[in-house]
């Protein structure tokens, strides 16, 4: 946050925290749950597609 001049800048999780940081309103928690879900799920897709690869590279490092 110290870096970042605009709002249109932030990154998703700097955002997240200042819709839950101000005090003087209720936190909108499904706003929150809604940026954490859109957060998360293109990391997920790609776990979930390169799976295969992931397990492979933790495997082959424990053979030695």
Do not use: C
């Not at 003087?24 to 928690?29: D, E, G, K």
């Not at 690869?53 to 082959?60: E, K, M, P, R």
Request: negative net charge; aromatic residues 8%; hydrophobic residues 55%.
């Amino acid at each position: 946050m110290v870096v970042l001049q605009g709002n249109e800048s932030l990154t998703v999780p700097v955002a997240l925290s200042t819709l839950t940081n101000n005090p003087a309103f209720a936190s909108p928690w499904g706003a929150v749950m809604a940026g954490a879900t859109n957060m998360v799920l293109p990391i997920l897709a790609m776990f979930l597609a390169f799976q295969r690869q992931f397990v492979q590279g933790i495997a082959s490092t424990g053979i030695e």
